[in-house]
């Protein structure tokens, strides 16, 4: 009998930037020995989520530079 593997919440936003930063899903996958689909999962859950935040939020100077440098991993070439 196989185990399930449980994810928690903070090992699958580190895959997500982990996706980004490699500039490939299937790269981060092999490194983190997982399946690429659960990745790709993870990061279209993880677009969403960015885009539903309500616009008047106020989010303090911690949470704009941990955001910022999210986007800037995001953007680095590879």
Do not use: C
Request: hydrophobic letters at 30%; proline letters at 4%.
């Amino acid at each position: 009998m196989v185990k399930r593997r449980v994810f928690d919440e903070a090992f699958k936003e580190m895959a997500v930037e982990l996706s980004y930063v490699k500039g490939s899903i299937q790269e981060a996958a092999r490194e983190l020995d997982i399946d690429p689909g659960r990745i790709s999962k993870w990061r279209q859950r993880h677009k969403k989520n960015d885009q539903t935040l309500p616009a008047n939020t106020t989010l303090t100077d911690e949470q704009q530079q941990i955001r910022r440098l999210q986007r800037e991993l995001r953007e680095a070439p590879s």
